[in-house]
């Protein structure tokens, strides 16, 4: 099972934890939704304090299975009021998975205007000032940071919209190529992460040897037209679907 990442964007400071219980089996928007609905007040305002901006890779995610890459934002949305889930390809989702990271948690709210990257790689977390990537685009983003760090990173991102807190900002990824082509773009959660001030980027390439990813290993070649984790009474592909609905 993996650990939970939360991150006090206040204090700029992080714990581990172990994937409690109630969560254990969870994945992409079932562990965003269930922990918003657990760790958030109904009543908070959306870019306040006390709401929490969250991703999770799918249960799937690490491994070779088909379309699971994708990954999973929530907040409580400052669009609807309510839940809110976005999810989107890129590169993030399979790093996060490989790290052993079953979610990460952004938390409480800064109180002055100065930005941070979150750096997260084999070697740990650091949070880095970010102030050269204020009022800069996501393309400008993404650019500054495959060049300072190498390509093949995964990065998370917020434009001039986002740093507004504007209702209909958007977050987006780093695809293949290092631009932001892929985006959480449903519910406004670019404005929350304007109000935690953070960006989030992933140091994954290469793996070492030896490194364990929280998904199990599986049978490199089909003995029964699917894996072995997805034996069941139904057909593989039913089951695989099955499986995949609730996390993709």
């Not at 400071?13 to 609905?37: H, N």
């Not at 989107?88 to 002055?112: F, M, R, Y």
């Not at 959660?189 to 001030?197: E, P, R, W």
Request: hydrophobic share 35%; aromatic share 6%; with cysteine.
């Amino acid at each position: 099972m993996g650990k939970l990442l939360r991150i006090n964007t206040k204090q700029k400071t992080f714990t581990f934890e172990e994937t409690p219980e109630p969560y254990a089996g969870l994945g992409g928007r079932a562990l965003t939704s269930k922990m918003i609905l657990d760790e958030v007040p109904a009543t908070c305002h959306p870019l306040g304090k006390n709401n929490k901006l969250i991703f999770a890779p799918g249960v799937l995610s690490g491994s070779p299975a088909a379309n699971s890459g994708r990954l999973s934002a929530g907040a409580k949305s400052p669009l609807t009021g309510g839940i809110k889930e976005s999810n989107a390809g890129g590169l993030v989702s399979q790093k996060l998975a490989k790290l052993g990271i079953t979610a990460l948690v952004l938390e409480d709210k800064p109180d002055g205007d100065d930005y941070s990257l979150i750096k997260i790689d084999k070697d740990g977390v650091s949070i880095l000032p970010a102030d050269d990537l204020i009022k800069k685009g996501n393309y400008a983003v993404m650019e500054t940071l495959w060049d300072k760090y190498g390509q093949n990173v995964g990065v998370l991102s917020i434009g001039q919209a986002g740093e507004q807190c504007l209702k209909g900002a958007s977050i987006n990824q780093a695809d293949m190529n290092g631009r932001p082509g892929r985006a959480h773009g449903r519910g406004g959660l670019g404005a929350v992460m304007g109000s935690k001030k953070s960006r989030p980027s992933w140091w994954m390439t290469p793996v070492p040897p030896g490194w364990k990813s929280r998904i199990p290993k599986r049978s490199k070649r089909p003995t029964n037209g699917g894996w072995k984790c997805f034996e069941s009474t139904r057909s593989p592909v039913k089951a695989c679907r099955h499986w995949a609905r609730p996390f993709w």
